[in-house]
Protein backbone atom coordinates (compact mmCIF):
# COMPACT_ATOMS: atom_id res chain seq x y z
CA UNK A 1 0.00 0.00 0.00
CA UNK A 2 1.00 3.60 -0.75
CA UNK A 3 1.26 5.27 2.52
CA UNK A 4 2.41 8.72 3.20
CA UNK A 5 3.53 10.07 6.86
CA UNK A 6 3.29 13.85 7.08
CA UNK A 7 4.91 15.01 10.32
CA UNK A 8 7.61 12.31 10.51
CA UNK A 9 8.84 13.92 13.46
CA UNK A 10 9.29 11.44 16.61
CA UNK A 11 6.31 10.00 16.27
CA UNK A 12 5.57 10.12 12.90
CA UNK A 13 9.08 9.28 11.84
CA UNK A 14 8.66 5.82 14.14
CA UNK A 15 5.06 4.96 12.37
CA UNK A 16 7.19 5.56 9.40
CA UNK A 17 10.05 2.91 9.74
CA UNK A 18 7.10 0.14 10.94
CA UNK A 19 4.57 0.93 8.11
CA UNK A 20 7.93 0.20 5.71
CA UNK A 21 9.32 -2.61 7.94
CA UNK A 22 5.89 -4.12 7.00
CA UNK A 23 6.23 -4.15 3.37
CA UNK A 24 4.56 -0.67 2.64
CA UNK A 25 5.37 2.10 -0.25
CA UNK A 26 6.25 5.00 2.18
CA UNK A 27 6.75 8.35 1.72
CA UNK A 28 7.62 11.17 4.36
CA UNK A 29 7.16 14.76 4.44
CA UNK A 30 8.43 16.29 7.56
CA UNK A 31 8.71 20.71 7.65
CA UNK A 32 12.07 20.20 9.73
CA UNK A 33 14.11 18.41 6.90
CA UNK A 34 17.11 17.15 9.62
CA UNK A 35 14.72 14.70 10.94
CA UNK A 36 13.70 12.89 8.11
CA UNK A 37 17.73 11.86 7.59
CA UNK A 38 17.48 8.58 9.39
CA UNK A 39 14.59 7.54 7.44
CA UNK A 40 16.04 8.24 4.22
CA UNK A 41 18.92 6.45 4.94
CA UNK A 42 17.08 2.92 5.60
CA UNK A 43 15.38 3.40 2.05
CA UNK A 44 12.08 5.40 2.95
CA UNK A 45 11.30 8.27 0.01
CA UNK A 46 11.47 11.68 1.41
CA UNK A 47 9.05 14.56 -0.26
CA UNK A 48 9.89 17.52 -0.49
CA UNK A 49 6.52 19.32 0.00
CA UNK A 50 3.11 17.80 1.25
CA UNK A 51 1.40 17.97 -2.03
CA UNK A 52 4.57 15.80 -3.29
CA UNK A 53 3.72 13.39 -0.71
CA UNK A 54 -0.24 12.99 -0.86
CA UNK A 55 0.18 12.97 -4.71
CA UNK A 56 2.61 9.87 -4.52
CA UNK A 57 0.06 7.83 -2.04
CA UNK A 58 -2.97 6.27 -1.41
CA UNK A 59 -3.43 6.86 2.47
CA UNK A 60 -2.33 9.94 3.92
CA UNK A 61 -1.46 9.83 7.81
CA UNK A 62 -0.94 13.29 9.67
CA UNK A 63 0.96 12.99 12.71
CA UNK A 64 1.59 16.97 12.75
CA UNK A 65 1.67 18.84 15.92
CA UNK A 66 -1.30 20.70 15.85
CA UNK A 67 -4.32 22.20 14.11
CA UNK A 68 -2.57 25.11 13.16
CA UNK A 69 0.17 22.83 11.68
CA UNK A 70 -2.62 20.94 9.86
CA UNK A 71 -3.84 24.20 8.61
CA UNK A 72 -0.40 25.14 7.41
CA UNK A 73 1.31 22.21 5.66
CA UNK A 74 -2.75 20.18 4.51
CA UNK A 75 -5.09 23.32 3.92
CA UNK A 76 -3.92 25.40 0.83
CA UNK A 77 -4.99 24.79 -2.69
CA UNK A 78 -1.71 22.82 -3.86
CA UNK A 79 -2.71 19.85 -1.91
CA UNK A 80 -6.42 20.06 -1.67
CA UNK A 81 -6.79 19.63 -5.37
CA UNK A 82 -4.23 16.60 -4.89
CA UNK A 83 -6.46 14.68 -1.74
CA UNK A 84 -9.13 13.43 -4.08
CA UNK A 85 -9.94 9.74 -4.18
CA UNK A 86 -7.49 9.62 -0.89
CA UNK A 87 -8.03 8.60 2.36
CA UNK A 88 -6.66 11.27 5.32
CA UNK A 89 -5.82 9.64 8.70
CA UNK A 90 -5.06 12.84 11.72
CA UNK A 91 -3.57 10.66 14.39
CA UNK A 92 -2.43 14.20 16.27
CA UNK A 93 -3.73 15.16 19.33
CA UNK A 94 -6.50 18.16 18.27
CA UNK A 95 -10.09 18.94 19.77
CA UNK A 96 -13.24 17.60 18.51
CA UNK A 97 -14.52 20.58 16.91
CA UNK A 98 -11.03 20.55 14.71
CA UNK A 99 -10.81 17.25 13.86
CA UNK A 100 -14.65 17.61 12.42
CA UNK A 101 -13.69 20.48 10.64
CA UNK A 102 -11.34 18.69 9.03
CA UNK A 103 -13.58 16.10 7.82
CA UNK A 104 -15.81 18.75 5.99
CA UNK A 105 -13.08 20.21 4.57
CA UNK A 106 -11.52 17.05 3.20
CA UNK A 107 -14.95 15.24 2.29
CA UNK A 108 -15.43 18.62 0.57
CA UNK A 109 -12.47 18.14 -1.62
CA UNK A 110 -14.06 14.42 -2.53
CA UNK A 111 -11.18 12.60 -0.05
CA UNK A 112 -12.17 10.26 2.78
CA UNK A 113 -11.10 10.98 6.43
CA UNK A 114 -11.00 9.56 9.63
CA UNK A 115 -9.61 10.48 13.13
CA UNK A 116 -7.16 7.77 14.98
CA UNK A 117 -4.83 9.70 17.73
CA UNK A 118 -2.78 7.33 19.78
CA UNK A 119 -2.19 5.81 23.20
CA UNK A 120 1.82 5.51 23.46
CA UNK A 121 5.43 7.03 22.42
CA UNK A 122 7.66 5.54 20.58
CA UNK A 123 8.13 1.99 22.54
CA UNK A 124 5.13 1.53 21.95
CA UNK A 125 5.52 1.57 18.17
CA UNK A 126 8.70 0.21 18.30
CA UNK A 127 7.13 -3.03 19.74
CA UNK A 128 4.19 -3.29 17.73
CA UNK A 129 1.89 -2.34 20.78
CA UNK A 130 0.57 1.22 20.45
CA UNK A 131 -3.05 2.30 21.80
CA UNK A 132 -5.24 3.09 18.36
CA UNK A 133 -8.51 5.12 19.21
CA UNK A 134 -10.42 5.43 15.95
CA UNK A 135 -13.37 8.22 15.63
CA UNK A 136 -15.30 6.95 12.22
CA UNK A 137 -17.97 5.70 11.12
CA UNK A 138 -18.26 1.54 11.59
CA UNK A 139 -17.89 0.81 8.27
CA UNK A 140 -14.78 2.39 7.96
CA UNK A 141 -13.28 0.93 10.99
CA UNK A 142 -13.64 -2.50 9.57
CA UNK A 143 -12.31 -1.58 5.87
CA UNK A 144 -9.27 0.25 7.22
CA UNK A 145 -8.22 -0.74 10.45
CA UNK A 146 -5.56 -3.70 8.72
CA UNK A 147 -3.29 -0.16 8.10
CA UNK A 148 -2.53 0.21 11.91
CA UNK A 149 -1.52 -3.72 12.50
CA UNK A 150 2.31 -2.29 11.38
CA UNK A 151 2.42 -0.48 15.22
CA UNK A 152 -0.30 -1.98 16.78
CA UNK A 153 -2.33 -4.86 18.18
CA UNK A 154 -4.81 -2.97 20.19
CA UNK A 155 -7.06 -1.25 17.43
CA UNK A 156 -10.36 0.19 19.35
CA UNK A 157 -13.55 1.78 17.64
CA UNK A 158 -14.21 4.63 19.53
CA UNK A 159 -17.27 5.99 17.72
CA UNK A 160 -17.56 9.00 15.41
CA UNK A 161 -15.13 11.65 14.37
CA UNK A 162 -14.40 13.57 17.39
CA UNK A 163 -15.13 11.16 19.89
CA UNK A 164 -11.42 9.86 19.35
CA UNK A 165 -10.26 13.28 19.44
CA UNK A 166 -12.69 13.66 22.92
CA UNK A 167 -11.31 10.35 24.57
CA UNK A 168 -7.29 11.23 23.97
CA UNK A 169 -7.84 14.52 25.59
CA UNK A 170 -9.33 12.23 28.60
CA UNK A 171 -6.15 10.22 28.43
CA UNK A 172 -3.20 13.02 27.75
CA UNK A 173 -5.65 14.42 31.18
CA UNK A 174 -3.70 11.45 33.35
CA UNK A 175 -0.44 11.75 31.52
CA UNK A 176 -0.26 15.32 32.33
CA UNK A 177 -1.79 14.47 35.93
CA UNK A 178 0.53 11.05 37.07
CA UNK A 179 4.24 12.87 36.71
CA UNK A 180 3.61 16.06 38.66
CA UNK A 181 1.96 13.72 41.63
CA UNK A 182 4.70 11.29 41.65
CA UNK A 183 7.41 14.38 41.40
CA UNK A 184 5.61 16.22 44.34
CA UNK A 185 5.28 13.05 46.17
CA UNK A 186 9.14 12.14 45.50
CA UNK A 187 10.37 15.63 46.39
CA UNK A 188 8.68 15.13 50.15
CA UNK A 189 10.29 11.69 49.99
CA UNK A 190 13.68 12.86 49.41
CA UNK A 191 14.12 16.41 51.17
CA UNK A 192 12.81 14.36 54.09
CA UNK A 193 15.60 12.31 54.46
CA UNK A 194 13.52 8.89 53.68
CA UNK A 195 15.25 6.30 51.69
CA UNK A 196 13.49 6.63 48.13
CA UNK A 197 13.95 2.61 47.46
CA UNK A 198 11.15 2.03 50.26
CA UNK A 199 8.93 4.51 49.00
CA UNK A 200 9.15 3.12 45.53
CA UNK A 201 8.97 -0.69 46.99
CA UNK A 202 5.86 0.31 49.06
CA UNK A 203 4.07 2.01 45.94
CA UNK A 204 4.61 -0.34 43.56
CA UNK A 205 2.66 -3.02 46.13
CA UNK A 206 -0.32 -0.57 46.29
CA UNK A 207 -3.24 0.80 45.16
CA UNK A 208 -1.51 3.73 44.03
CA UNK A 209 1.08 2.62 41.56
CA UNK A 210 0.84 3.45 37.89
CA UNK A 211 3.87 1.67 35.51
CA UNK A 212 5.20 5.47 34.37
CA UNK A 213 6.30 6.00 37.23
CA UNK A 214 8.88 3.86 37.00
CA UNK A 215 9.19 4.38 32.79
CA UNK A 216 10.09 8.15 34.26
CA UNK A 217 12.06 7.14 37.18
CA UNK A 218 15.76 6.89 36.17
CA UNK A 219 15.19 10.15 34.31
CA UNK A 220 14.00 11.57 37.74
CA UNK A 221 16.68 10.05 39.67
CA UNK A 222 19.58 11.05 37.19
CA UNK A 223 17.83 14.51 36.11
CA UNK A 224 18.68 14.05 32.59
CA UNK A 225 15.47 14.46 30.48
CA UNK A 226 17.19 14.75 27.40
CA UNK A 227 15.68 11.89 25.91
CA UNK A 228 11.98 12.38 25.13
CA UNK A 229 9.14 10.11 24.33
CA UNK A 230 7.11 12.70 24.77
CA UNK A 231 8.13 16.50 24.78
CA UNK A 232 7.40 18.91 27.25
CA UNK A 233 6.06 21.46 24.66
CA UNK A 234 3.36 19.29 23.45
CA UNK A 235 2.52 17.98 26.81
CA UNK A 236 1.65 21.95 27.44
CA UNK A 237 0.07 21.69 23.78
CA UNK A 238 -2.04 19.13 24.28
CA UNK A 239 -2.75 20.78 28.62
CA UNK A 240 -3.89 23.78 27.08
CA UNK A 241 -6.33 21.55 24.89
CA UNK A 242 -7.54 19.88 27.78
CA UNK A 243 -8.21 22.86 29.48
CA UNK A 244 -10.51 24.51 26.55
CA UNK A 245 -11.98 21.56 25.87
CA UNK A 246 -13.33 20.66 29.58
CA UNK A 247 -13.85 24.62 29.48
CA UNK A 248 -16.45 23.74 26.64
CA UNK A 249 -18.12 21.05 28.76
CA UNK A 250 -18.70 22.88 31.71
CA UNK A 251 -16.07 21.12 33.82
CA UNK A 252 -14.03 22.38 36.66
CA UNK A 253 -10.77 23.01 34.92
CA UNK A 254 -8.66 24.06 37.97
CA UNK A 255 -6.96 21.31 38.57
CA UNK A 256 -6.02 21.09 34.85
CA UNK A 257 -5.14 24.89 35.09
CA UNK A 258 -2.45 24.78 37.73
CA UNK A 259 -1.19 21.59 36.11
CA UNK A 260 -0.64 23.61 33.06
CA UNK A 261 1.28 26.75 34.94
CA UNK A 262 4.01 23.97 36.29
CA UNK A 263 4.07 22.48 33.34
CA UNK A 264 4.87 25.58 31.58
CA UNK A 265 7.53 26.89 34.67
CA UNK A 266 9.47 23.57 32.94
CA UNK A 267 9.40 24.45 29.17
CA UNK A 268 10.37 28.23 30.09
CA UNK A 269 13.34 26.61 32.25
CA UNK A 270 14.71 25.51 28.74
CA UNK A 271 12.71 21.98 28.97
CA UNK A 272 10.51 22.31 26.22
CA UNK A 273 12.56 19.65 23.80
CA UNK A 274 13.27 17.74 26.66
CA UNK A 275 10.65 14.58 28.01
CA UNK A 276 7.66 15.46 30.10
CA UNK A 277 8.84 14.07 33.10
CA UNK A 278 11.25 17.53 33.53
CA UNK A 279 8.09 19.26 34.89
CA UNK A 280 10.11 17.14 38.11
CA UNK A 281 12.53 19.91 38.25
CA UNK A 282 9.71 22.66 38.02
CA UNK A 283 8.68 20.73 41.42
CA UNK A 284 11.29 20.01 43.02
CA UNK A 285 13.95 22.78 43.03
Excluded at 109 to 127: D, H, K, R, T, W
Excluded at 226 to 233: C, D, L, T, V
Excluded at 246 to 259: E, H, M, R
Amino acid sequence: MKISVIGAGLMGGAIARKLFEHKNDVIAYNRTKDKLEPLKSIGIKIAETPAEAVENSEVVILMLADANAINSVMINENVLQKVKGKLVIQMGTILPEESKSFQKIFTENMAEYFEAPVLGSIPQILNENLIVLVGSSKDQFEKHKHIFSAFSKEIYHIGEIGQAAAIKLAFNNLIASLIPAFSLSFGIVKKSGVNPEIFMEILRKSALYAPTFDSKLPMILSEDFSKANFPAKHMLKDGRLIEKFASQLNLNTKVINALNTVIEEAVNSGYADQDYSAVYKAIVK
